[in-house]
């Protein structure tokens, strides 16, 4: 089942659990990361709470030259995705010398268990509510709905096929806008080890 994840106001930049923007939640000792390309730090995306609450999914990619970076790609060290266990987490500073946040802290209402089927969830729920699609901004769980061929990355650790964990989208608004090149974000994650991978298609 998906569970899509809807706009739910502002937040501050240091919430807990689901959101987009502001300053990511780390465990002692972590390290901001920078990209593999330019250099530069990367720009925090969001964080989403998965398995019940035990685990953060914590999501970055390059905003220093967009499109020049390798931003899409799995593994190529212009994005990067964490999971951490949900405990003894902090906020990280951001470094200076880049692109380190979005342009608004938005917290995210998880919308009961819908359709399987991503985008279906995504027309149902606009229909029901009223609301405009750009409101979702992703979906925790369900199949990848890929707008490309399958990219289904593997962990660093088992080598295995990573199990899919989420969709990111670009947001409602300029403000607080994801740049995925008008795509959508895919997020795995290992079963077994604390891995997780970001990519995008459009
Ligand atoms: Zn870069
Ligand atoms: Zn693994």
Redesign the pocket.
Known sequence: MTNLLTHDGDAPEDAPGNRTGGLPLAPAGFTWPT?A??D?PLQFLAQLLLDDDRRLLAIFQ?A??PG??D?WDANAG?NRAYLFDNQDLRPVPAPGGGETGLGAVSAIRTEPPAEDDYDEAIAAWAARTGRSRREVLGGIGGEPSWLQFDQTPSCVDCARPMRFAAHLEEGRDSQTAINLGGGVGYAFRCGQHLRAKFLWQR
């Open positions: 990209c390309e330019c530069r390059c220093n030259d020049l970076c931003e212009g």
